[in-house]
Each structure stands twice: as C-alpha cells, then as structure tokens.
T-cell receptor, first 111, second 117 residues
Framework: GENVEQHPSTLSVQEGDSAVIKCTYSDSASNYFPWYKQELGKRPQLIIDIRSNVGEKKDQRIAVTLNKTAKHFSLHITETQPEDSAVYFCALDTGFQKLVFGTGTRLLVSP | DAGVIQSPRHEVTEMGQEVTLRCKPISGHDYLFWYRQTMMRGLELLIYFNNNVPIDDSGMPEDRFSAKMPNASFSTLKIQPSEPRDSAVYFC???????????????FGPGTRLTVL
C-alpha cells in the first residue's frame, strides 16, 4: 500500500522561530494532502489541506507547499508560539475518501 | 452539532473478554472511519463505511475484530477475544461526501482509550 514518510520525528524550536515538516510519498495518483494537529490527549484536528491543482496554500501563520513532480509536501509554521506544541500528521488520499497518515512530528516550542 | 461521539472514553478489561466500542457520527455525514493509534504503529485505518456499507476492511488486524454500521447514526467496533496487544486509542471519524471538492475533512471523535490487562 501507499506509504508516507514524515520528517523529522521530533522538532524543537524557540518561540518566534519557524518550523518546517516534510512528507514524501510514492503514489502519483494522490490529489488531496491534509495536515492534522493532535494536542496531548486530544483528537487529531485538520489545520490545513491542499489539493493537487495548487502548489501553495496559506492560512495566517501556517502554509503548505506541494511539489507533485518530486512527490513531497511540507507544512510551514512561522512565528511559532508555545500553543503550537503538538504532534502534527501529514496525510494523503489513496482514493474513495481513504487517507494514509504519516508517522507524526512532535513539535515543541519553548518560550 | 455535538461532533462525533464515542463511548466509552476509557475501557479497562482483561484478556479474553469481549470489548465493544461505539460511535455516533456527525448527522448527515456519509463516511465513517475507525482508526487505531499506538506509539509503535501510529494512526492506522482499520475499516471505513460509506452510507452504512463497509468499503474497505483491509486494515482490520485479524478475525477477532469486527465492525458494524446498522444505521446512519451508529457504528460499533468489537474485539472478541481481546488481547493485551489490542491496547490503544481507537478513534472514530466521519466526513461528508460531495460538494465541489472530492475530498472533505474528516472529523474525529474524542477516542476510546482501551487497556487490555
């Protein structure tokens, strides 16, 4: 089946710095690439998604870029804040609403 | 809407016992997903339904696991008999088909933390 590789597994930054998380995949048929944030003990929640017809999407301090040729997509968080600390999962569709998730990145933002 | 509802929130049971997890999706949603989350294996899709019909159960680990969706507002995931390696957080999620975009957000429930002793 489709695999999604996510890096890094952990990321520590200082408040105000930027954070970048990258995912690579192999199935060129994927067209939908969501990112979920999961705070400790909570449920995963969608924070941003991108579809294959665009290369970049921004929503305030977060942005996602997609390179379909190279088969990778990335999450960018600028001006990080302590409340950004969480585990972030990338995902992609494999058809018929089915998602495959990456292994997660634990982001720690220190004040 | 109250969002996706799962029960129980925590379940502790002994090896060999039957466990039933319950999910109520968001009203009007067409898709329902069952996931399992562990530190070792991450977030795994077990099975999903479209309009109450199972579409893909290839993620169900073995015959001890079964899932049903008798109507649009209720689904169960059953483990019989349970084993310690089944200990995990089980999430239910739902999504709405249609609209201009072919893919829509999956809304997760709060999860059921299962511990099998």
């Amino acid at each position: 089946g489709e695999n999604v590789e996510q890096h890094p597994s952990t990321l520590s930054v200082q408040e105000g710095d930027s954070a970048v998380i990258k995912c690579t995949y192999s199935d060129s048929a994927s067209n939908y690439f969501p990112w979920y944030k999961q705070e400790l003990g909570k449920r995963p929640q969608l924070i941003i998604d991108i579809r294959s017809n665009v290369g970049e999407k921004k929503d305030q301090r977060i942005a996602v870029t997609l390179n379909k040729t190279a088969k990778h997509f990335s999450l960018h968080i600028t001006e990080t804040q302590p409340e950004d600390s969480a585990v972030y999962f990338c995902a992609l569709d494999t058809g018929f609403q089915k998602l495959v998730f990456g292994t997660g990145t634990r982001l720690l933002v220190s004040p | 809407d109250a969002g996706v509802i799962q029960s129980p929130r925590h379940e502790v049971t002994e090896m060999g016992q039957e466990v039933t997890l319950r999910c109520k999706p968001i009203s009007g949603h067409d898709y329902l997903f069952w996931y399992r989350q562990t530190m070792m294996r991450g977030l795994e899709l077990l099975i999903y339904f479209n309009n109450n019909v199972p579409i893909d159960d290839s993620g169900m680990p073995e015959d001890r696991f079964s899932a049903k969706m008798p109507n649009a507002s209720f689904s169960t995931l059953k483990i019989q008999p349970s084993e310690p390696r089944d200990s995990a957080v089980y999430f239910c999620a739902s999504s709405l088909e249609g609209g201009l975009a072919p893919y829509n957000e999956q809304f997760f429930g709060p999860g059921t933390r299962l511990t099998v002793l």
